[in-house]
T-cell receptor, first 113, second 113 residues
């Protein structure tokens, strides 16, 4: 009963490095989302996808890129890591927009030093 | 600008107390309001509310939505230490962001033995 799986759980990056946060779901959900959560703040939407091959920007997309080549996977890429990207990143999925809750992964804690 | 405001931001109670958490919102094209519980990792889904005045219950937790006054409350009766968590309120808006979630900052509940 895996649900939404995120890897890695923790990562420390140096400024200017790049990395990909992985997210996969086994519920055959069409919709997938990436959020970031800063201390004492709510979750903010970075990117979302309504199906394979379709992605769109959320509230805070700058500095990130995504792709959705399969229904299951929705990786988030940081090209040039900056200290402002230090955060906890959550991936979520849902069966459809509207009247269905989003299900979240356990998060990736990322520190940029 | 769409926004979701939760109050209080933090709350300390003793086991057995009853608590009420508040969530007010201003969004375009409201679709639904959701409550999540976040312990150390992933937010876990509690309730989704779409209709005004209809209470949703799950054990000691209940929630109700007032679409006229634009707020929701989450009640927890006979609190236990396991209820200690951050409770997140999110509103799904059907505006330009196509039904994505807007989160409040959360209420941190601490239940002491």
């Amino acid at each position: 009963n895996a649900g939404v799986t995120q890897t890695p759980k923790f990562r420390i990056l140096k400024i200017g490095q790049s990395m990909t946060l992985q997210c996969t779901q086994d519920m055959n959900h069409n919709y997938m989302y990436w959020y970031r959560q800063d201390p004492g703040m709510g979750l903010k939407l970075i990117y979302y996808s309504v199906g394979a091959g379709i992605t769109d920007k959320g509230e805070v997309p700058n500095g990130y890129n995504v792709s959705r080549s399969t229904t299951e996977d929705f990786p988030l890429r940081l090209e040039l890591a900056a200290p402002s990207q230090t955060s906890v990143y959550f991936c979520a999925s849902s069966t459809a927009q509207g009247n269905q809750p989003q299900h979240f992964g356990d998060g990736t804690r990322l520190s940029i030093l | 600008e769409d926004k979701v405001v939760q109050s209080p931001l933090s709350l300390v109670v003793h086991e057995g107390d009853t608590v009420t958490l508040n969530c007010s919102y201003e969004v375009t094209n409201f679709r639904s309001l959701l409550w999540y519980k976040q312990e150390k990792k992933a937010p876990t889904f509690l309730f989704m509310l779409t209709s005004s005045g209809i209470e949703k219950k799950s054990g000691r937790l209940s929630s109700i939505l007032d679409k006229k006054e634009l707020f929701s409350i989450l009640n927890i009766t006979a609190t236990q230490t396991g209820d200690s968590a951050v409770y997140l309120c999110a509103v799904e808006s059907g505006g330009g962001s196509q039904g994505n979630l807007i989160f409040g900052k959360g209420t941190k509940l601490s239940v002491k033995p």
